[in-house]
């Protein structure tokens, strides 16, 4: 499996010189953009790599998975998603301008900024305590204690994230959004700037594809009930307007992160993590996208 997973990765290296490395949050622009690596993760808990897995990253957008769920434990599936959309979007992953048009009244999906914004926000507590309770389911799905957010990065989203307060208070003014700004925003930059590699992606991604089993308390909310809102919503918004295609072409429930990695899970089978810093236009890891097409044929992995 090895040897299969290190000519899959070699395969997909040249698509390193065809992306770029996300650069408006100026702490990203760091990267290296010859890393590529991926992690599979059976249920049984068999870790397989190949490539840079052990290198760090932020998580990105791929925390709006993480803070979904948490939402929905909180508040309840129906609360969730009487505030934020289910559907998917052709837009760009931080478009602002349908949520002033009269007839909207919430972000099409959880998997936009706009949605993520008003998901942390319906997450129990004040202050730090959203985060922390992020932080720490974080943890749990990826069974490393240790996990912590990158200060640098967070203090370049924060202090870059005009666009997204101008989001964040257009639905406070638009009434979609309760609750401090400033502080849900803190969150929300601290949960992108979330540490990881592509092994504790891996891991998340078979804690989903195991059903979401394992958690003490689920709160209001249930394993299966968890596990079919989170890989469908994957699947329609995970990839932000490329999602339709990449669900024809890989056929695998995903989520991607503009620090480079993609989480992708098989229902029931295993989980994948991948890591590559340059995206293509759409905000994708371009070599990521390259390996799990890959992998989804070697393996015949699609779920459709």
Known sequence: MEKVL????EKNRYLLKEGKVADYIPALAKANPNHIGVCLVDLDGTITTAGDTSIKFTIQSISKVITLMRAVMDKGQDYVFGRVGYEGTDEPFNTLYKLDLPHITKPANPMINAGAILTTSLVHGSGDEKFQRILELTRIMTNNPNIIYNEEVYQSEKATGDKNRAIANLMRARGILDGDVEEILDAYFKQCSIEVDAEDLGNIAAFLANGCRGLDDYGKSSPNSLSSILLGIMVTSGMYNYSGQYAVEVGIPSKSGVGG??????PNKLGIGVFSPPLDENGN????LGILKSISEEFDLRIF
């Open 285 to 288: 890891s371009i070599a990521g």
């Open 6 to 9: 290190t000519d899959i990765v």
């Open 261 to 266: 990695g993609i989480l992708a899970v098989v």
